[in-house]
């Protein structure tokens, strides 16, 4: 039970501490508001001051569907991903970027996750295991976002969990690549979720070197991986040119 001198700002700290931690996420709905009173055991005119406050700093969204937590990288997020979608190297800057920041997230998780972190970062683990014989991949592909930012939780950075936590939306929406055809490309998917296996285990048994290995492993071969895929379609991009060479001139029996 909160019981400060000052209701309604105790009430508005704590769940700002849940969103700077990422326990509240971007998008989620807020129980209404009776419900969330009775949850935090306070006053609804008290909760409904703090909701307001939190209203005017930019991190609840309110309307006629309820109480949301703000997008609040939205106004950076959303002109950065167009203006990246029409860059080609997209994809190889994002990972370039992505493989220090990615090893330092699951060096700290190996050196700070908590025995809930472990627990869902097993349970992850787990889940993609029992994806994995699916024939379609895209329930083990959003398992692995859920995973990374399972870790990016237990490297308890919140300027990491945020950032990382908006680019890994640009990731869903195939921002940067197409998952889709990472996950299908002959004997990826396999490596994979080894991968990722060994990124969970190197976490969840402490060990930040080999955690760290791993991740950076996981990043570049993804790297190189779709830098294959990228070739492959330049060249199959040419062959189709080449054949199709005829529509644009006469043929020698015309001539």
Known sequence: MIKPAKLADAIADHLETLIREGVLRPGEKLLPERDLA??????????????????ERGLLVSGRNGTHIA?????????????????????????????????????????????????AIRGLADRMKATHGQDDPTEEADVDAQLHLAIYEAAHNT?????????????????????????????????????????????????AEGARAAAEAHVVFTLRTLR??????????????????TDLIESAERA
């Not at 997020?77 to 990615?102: C, G, K, M, V, W």
């Not at 396999?190 to 048994?205: F, K, S």
């Not at 070739?231 to 062959?239: F, K, Q």
């Open 38 to 55: 009775l949850k935090l055991d306070v006053s609804r005119p008290s909760l409904r001051d703090a909701l307001e406050k939190l209203e």
């Open 71 to 119: 997008q609040f990288l939205a106004p950076i997020a959303a002109p950065l991903a167009a203006l990246l979608q029409a860059d080609p190297e997209t994809a190889f800057h994002y990972l370039e970027f992505r493989s220090s920041i990615e090893a330092t997230a699951a060096g700290l998780a190996a050196q700070r996750a908590t025995d809930l972190d472990r627990t």
């Open 159 to 207: 300027v990491m969990l945020h950032i990382m936590g908006a680019l890994s939306e640009m990731l869903r929406n195939d921002v940067f690549y197409n998952r889709d055809r990472l996950y299908t490309r002959p004997g990826v998917r396999d490596l994979l979720l080894n991968q990722h296996l060994a990124i969970a285990d190197a976490v969840v048994a402490g060990d």
């Open 228 to 245: 294959e895929i990228r070739e492959d379609d330049t060249r199959l991009e040419a062959s189709l040119r080449r054949i199709g060479r």
